[in-house]
T-cell receptor, first 113, second 109 residues
Framework: NAGVTQTPKFQVLKTGQSMTLQCAQD?????MSWYRQDPGMGLRLIHY???????DQGEVPNGYNVSRSTTEDFPLRLLSAAPSQTSVYFC????????????FGPGTRLTVL | LAKTTQPISMDSYEGQEVNITCSHN???????ITWYQQFPSQGPRFIIQ???TKVTNEVASLFIPADRKSSTLSLPRVSLSDTAVYYC??????????FGKGTRLHILP
């Protein structure tokens, strides 16, 4: 099992550009989620999904879109990048909810100039 | 809203036992307490989860007193590689978990 994979590892964008962060899991987990982590801070929930075709907003959803067309994939789209979105982004999955053990990907370090 | 309070940072030496205490005065009856570990430049990793008394696995022990208003993560005989941030987590009223700033544990040689 590869677990949770994320691409790319690093990305630099200019203000106003758009991009998609990829996340995939091979554990057949129902729940998937996206977090961002700013320097010296904890993780903040952006969006999450309880299963294919179902997504919902987390704590800081503005400026991000998600979709869940398959159980395995949960991409995060930045519509128009802003410097405030400079952060490390982590994708996670769990079997059936946030109370279950969450498995995190290695992260994507995004810089917006 | 179940809120947790834990020390911002701790230092310890190799070979010692480290105890990190987390306060959660408003824990709900059915809430489990979960701890995660995060190494620099990596995603968090589940360490241990418990409801009451004591839970032990190959990495750590978790002690929870009868009133469940606090919990203590115990790391036996730490090494330099245990330097990380440790998060004590409870679900909030929306059934999501909130990662606070955690405890930065620095192990010294």
């Amino acid at each position: 099992n590869a677990g949770v994979t994320q691409t790319p590892k690093f990305q630099v964008l200019k203000t106003g550009q758009s991009m998609t962060l990829q996340c995939a899991q091979d554990m057949n987990h129902e729940y998937m989620s996206w977090y961002r982590q700013d320097p010296g801070m904890g993780l903040r929930l952006i969006h999450y999904s309880v299963g294919a075709g179902i997504t919902d907003q987390g704590e800081v959803p503005n400026g991000y879109n998600v979709s869940r067309s398959t159980t395995e994939d949960f991409p995060l789209r930045l519509l128009s990048a802003a410097p405030s979105q400079t952060s490390v982004y982590f994708c996670a999955s769990s079997l059936s909810g946030f109370r279950d053990e969450q498995f995190f990907g290695p992260g994507t370090r995004l810089t917006v100039l | 809203l179940a809120k947790t309070t834990q020390p911002i940072s701790m230092d310890s030496y190799e070979g010692q036992e480290v105890n990190i205490t987390c306060s959660h005065n408003n824990i709900a009856t059915n809430d489990y307490i979960t701890w995660y570990q995060q190494f620099p430049s990596q995603g968090p990793r589940f360490i241990i989860q418990g409801y009451k008394t004591k839970v032990t696995n190959e990495v750590a022990s978790l002690f929870i007193p009868a009133d469940r208003k606090s919990s203590t993560l115990s790391l036996p005989r730490v090494s330099l590689s245990d330097t990380a941030v440790y998060y004590c987590l409870l679900p909030n009223r929306d059934d999501k978990i909130i990662f606070g700033k955690g405890t930065r544990l620095h192990i010294l040689p």
